[in-house]
C-alpha cells in the first residue's frame, strides 16, 4: 500500500508541473499582471468582480483601449495548450478585422514572442472576432508582418454566455509564420473600442498553460 500512495503521490505532482497557471482571477488573485497602456489613449478599465458564483476578470471600454499583461517565459513546444474561458456583452457593430479604423476586439488574449530587437516581437492575437469567421486568420492591420489574429469566436451569436477555449499554441504559431516559435515572453489580454469609438464589455476567466 505504501509504494501505490507513493506513486500515486508522484503521478499527481507530476500533473500539477505540467500546467502553468496565467491568471488566477478566480481566486481573486491578480498578481503578475500589469497594465499596458498606450499614449493619447483613454484606458479600459478590468477590475475583478463576482459573475454568479465565481469571481472573474472584467473589462469596460468606453472608446479605450489598454490591456493587463502577464510577463513569463515559457517553452511553447513542451507547454503548447492555452485555455481559458470568457463572456462578452456584445460584437463591436464598427468592427473591421481587415482595417485599421476597425481593429477593435470585445476580447482578446494573446501569445507574445520577443525576437532580438523589438521589431522582430511577434504575437498570436486569440480574438473574440466580429466579423472574421471563426477558424479564420488574418495579419493585423497596424502590425501585419509580425501579429496575426485568429478568431477562435466571432459575431454576436455566443454574446452574454461563458465559452471555454483551448488552442495549440506551438501549432498556431508554425502554421502562421512557417517557423519553429522561440520561447514565448507573455500572455496579455485586451478589450478595446478605440478605433471604432464604440463600447464593450467582456469576462474573463482563469487562463492555463498545459503540455497536454
Given at each position: 500500500m505504501g509504494r501505490i500512495v507513493v506513486i500515486a503521490l508522484l503521478l499527481a505532482l507530476s500533473g500539477t508541473a505540467a500546467a502553468m497557471t496565467v491568471g488566477r482571477f478566480s481566486a481573486g488573485d491578480l498578481s503578475g499582471w500589469e497594465e499596458q497602456t498606450f499614449s493619447g489613449k483613454r484606458k479600459t478599465v478590468y477590475s475583478l468582480v463576482k459573475d454568479g458564483e465565481r469571481t472573474v476578470l472584467k473589462a469596460e471600454s468606453r472608446g479605450s483601449a489598454?490591456?493587463?499583461i502577464r510577463t513569463m517565459s515559457f517553452?511553447?513546444?513542451?507547454?503548447?495548450w492555452l485555455r481559458w474561458s470568457w463572456k462578452v456583452a456584445g460584437t463591436l457593430t464598427k468592427g473591421n478585422e481587415g482595417v485599421k479604423e476597425g481593429d477593435d476586439y470585445a476580447a482578446r488574449v494573446y501569445v507574445i514572442f520577443p525576437g532580438t530587437f523589438f521589431w522582430q516581437t511577434r504575437a498570436i492575437n486569440y480574438i473574440w472576432a466580429n466579423r472574421l469567421p471563426k477558424g479564420a486568420s488574418i495579419p493585423n492591420a497596424f502590425a501585419p508582418k509580425n501579429v496575426m489574429m485568429v478568431a477562435v469566436e466571432s459575431g454576436a451569436a455566443g454574446a452574454g454566455r461563458w465559452l471555454s477555449e483551448e488552442r495549440?499554441?506551438?501549432e498556431d504559431y508554425v502554421r502562421l509564420f512557417g517557423e519553429e516559435p522561440p520561447r514565448a515572453e507573455g500572455v496579455a489580454l485586451m478589450t478595446d473600442s478605440d478605433n471604432t469609438g464604440?463600447?464593450?464589455a467582456a469576462w474573463y476567466g482563469d487562463i492555463v498553460l498545459a503540455e497536454k
Open positions: 489598454s490591456g493587463l517553452d511553447p513546444k513542451t507547454q503548447p495549440n499554441v506551438y464604440g463600447e464593450a
